[in-house]
């Protein structure tokens, strides 16, 4: 082989081996990954309404200014509450409507928990003033917390730290500081229990009850 041969060849061969090292030097070892985007755990809407019901009645529904779902729990954060509670009896319906400042809804559940100047009145001029007011779905319950104040149709009026309002039985507990304003009696204890329209009532716990009281402030 000629000395101009060996040359060719001898180019040939680095330029081959050039080649094949740009090659292996420009090829990744593994491709880039991929950017992972996590859905939102939080969905907020402006506005919107629930509704549960029972046996084909509505129990309750609730609006609200604005609204945030959990999309792991599906439980609702109320913003601007406003709502309706539902009370069925024989002769007819009375409808409780409810505002607050926020809420929970849980999903798993079904209760309510509503907070921040609680204010339930209904069409007969009743109305129940509270910090907080929880709705157990199971056991049929309304319960109120700080500062609960009840007045009803009859113009009798309670006061004290809680109260517990079985809706299907009519009966209501007021628990912590209790004092009753009816007409011309003033009723105070520790712990009370009524009918719904304080029609029956019943006081324990340092119980006191007087009569031909004409001073409010005797009861609030």
């Given at each position: ?14 330029f ?5 090292v ?65 009370q ?68 009798a009026?309670?006061r ?50 007087l ?10």
């Amino acid at each position: 082989m000629s000395t101009r041969n060996k040359i060719l060849v001898a180019l040939v061969v680095i330029f081959f081996v050039c080649v094949v090292v740009w090659a292996i030097r420009t090829t990744p070892t593994e491709p880039p990954p991929i950017e992972k985007v996590e859905p939102p755990t939080v969905i907020e809407y402006e506005g919107n309404t629930i509704v549960e019901e029972q046996d084909g009645k509505v129990i309750w529904e609730l609006t609200c200014d604005k609204m945030r779902i959990d999309t792991i729990t599906q439980n609702i954060e109320l913003d601007g509450v406003k709502g309706k509670f539902y009370q069925y009896k024989d002769e007819g319906e009375t409808i409780w409507e409810l505002t607050a400042k926020t809420g929970i809804y849980y999903q798993a559940s079904k209760n309510i928990m509503v907070e921040g100047e609680v204010d339930v009145i209904n069409s007969e001029d009743s109305q129940l003033l509270a910090d907080k007011l929880e709705w157990f779905a199971e056991q049929g319950l309304l319960s109120a917390a700080g500062d609960v104040k009840i007045k009803n149709k009859d113009g009798a009026k309670l006061r004290s730290d809680k109260v517990d309002w079985f809706t299907g039985e009519d009966k209501v507990i007021a628990t912590g500081g209790v004092r009753i304003s009816k007409e011309d009696m003033r009723g105070f204890g520790d712990l009370a229990y009524a009918d719904n329209d304080f029609k029956h009532f019943g006081l324990l716990g340092h119980a006191k009850v007087l009569k031909g009281v004409k001073d409010e402030e005797e009861a609030f």
